[in-house]
């Protein structure tokens, strides 16, 4: 074999199509014979690998796209796994985006789509050909099941810094049949405005909001020290009230060295005067309870305003009556 056919091997991760092994002067006979000697296996009709046993998912992903063609386009959960974006899905079949004239013929493990303007949904530089990352995020989430999966998407790979609210919604302004568009733009218009996870989005839409709390200012960055490393956010500040509120989901804060950073950044935060409130995905359940602890704190450190309820049920009716002698709100905490 030719040293330009081992580098593309390399390249592909093993996989190989046999145009591509005719074009360096390995016929059909040998093809077979190094099959039937068990140097190399036939994954798709036209499609091999120089290796035995299980494919890696990443070779499984060249070898479909060799299998389809040229014309043929990471897109969906395979192009976000591919551009290297972090996520929960579960998903290892590979999706594809193929011309909308393209018929071809089904093969196991890969999923087809077919677009009309595919051309200009593509990255401009990346092999194999993969839609750009905002389309990839988009076409991920609309096709999950729910508002809260979908906004997961979204808001992990804005989290990520992968890319931006904006960006992401003039991207949907060029997919005007993608599904879900109205709650994809809802979720990417408050993202836009500082809300930056899913917990976020729901502390602001049934805690805050319902319940007529103080408007927030979110992801507050502060210098620790010296050093970019000593950078840190607060999800959520009332800051005329010295109070922060962190929202802690499993994405970003399930390892050892997040909780280290979080309880740093709380005790940052207790060195100045601030207090921290921190919730998880009780949110969901009990956005009541969490909006009356939030209004009990607030109040109790000067806000002059009032909590609602939002049901004639909602406990912070118990915590709605002003709170009588308490100091003035903090300043300059």
């Not at 592909?12 to 145009?19: D, M």
């Not at 809260?148 to 890319?163: E, G, I, K, N, P």
């Amino acid at each position: 074999m030719t040293g330009s056919f081992v580098e593309l091997r390399r390249k592909q991760l093993g996989a190989f199509s046999r145009a591509q092994a005719i074009a360096h002067g390995i016929t059909d006979k040998v093809l077979q014979g190094r099959c039937r000697a068990g140097r190399i296996q036939r994954v798709y009709d036209g499609v091999y690998v120089d290796f035995t046993g299980p494919l890696p998912w990443e070779t499984r992903v060249w070898a479909a796209w060799l299998a389809y063609g040229p014309e043929a386009a990471l897109t969906g959960v395979t192009a976000l796994r591919w551009y290297g974006v972090d996520g929960t899905w579960r998903d290892d079949l590979i999706h594809l985006a193929l011309p909308q004239s393209r018929r071809v013929v089904r093969r196991t493990g890969v999923v087809v789509s077919r677009h009309r303007d595919l051309p200009a949904r593509l990255h401009s530089a990346r092999e194999p050909a993969t839609v750009r990352l905002e389309v990839a995020v988009l076409v991920t989430a609309s096709a999950e099941p729910g508002v809260s999966r979908q906004a997961a998407v979204l808001l992990d790979a804005c989290r990520q810094r992968r890319t931006t609210p904006e960006r992401l919604l003039m991207e949907l302004g060029s997919l005007p049949k993608l599904p879900n568009r109205r709650q994809l733009s809802r979720v990417l218009l408050d993202a836009a405005d500082g809300v930056q996870s899913f917990l976020e989005q729901v502390y602001r839409r049934r805690v805050e909001q319902p319940h007529r709390l103080p408007a927030a200012e979110r992801q507050i960055r502060v210098v620790a020290a010296e050093g970019p490393r000593n950078v840190i956010y607060r999800d959520i500040e009332y800051s005329p009230y010295g109070l922060i509120v962190e929202v802690d989901g499993r994405a970003g804060h399930f390892d050892t060295l997040s909780r280290w950073r979080d309880m740093s950044r709380d005790n940052l935060a207790a060195t100045s005067g601030k207090l921290t409130l921190r919730f998880g995905y009780q949110l969901l359940s009990e956005p009541c309870t969490a909006a009356a602890q939030v209004a009990a704190v607030l109040r109790l450190r000067g806000w002059p305003g009032s909590a609602h309820p939002c049901s004639g049920t909602c406990p912070v009716a118990s915590v709605s009556e002003p709170v009588r002698g308490v100091s003035s709100p903090i300043r300059g905490a």
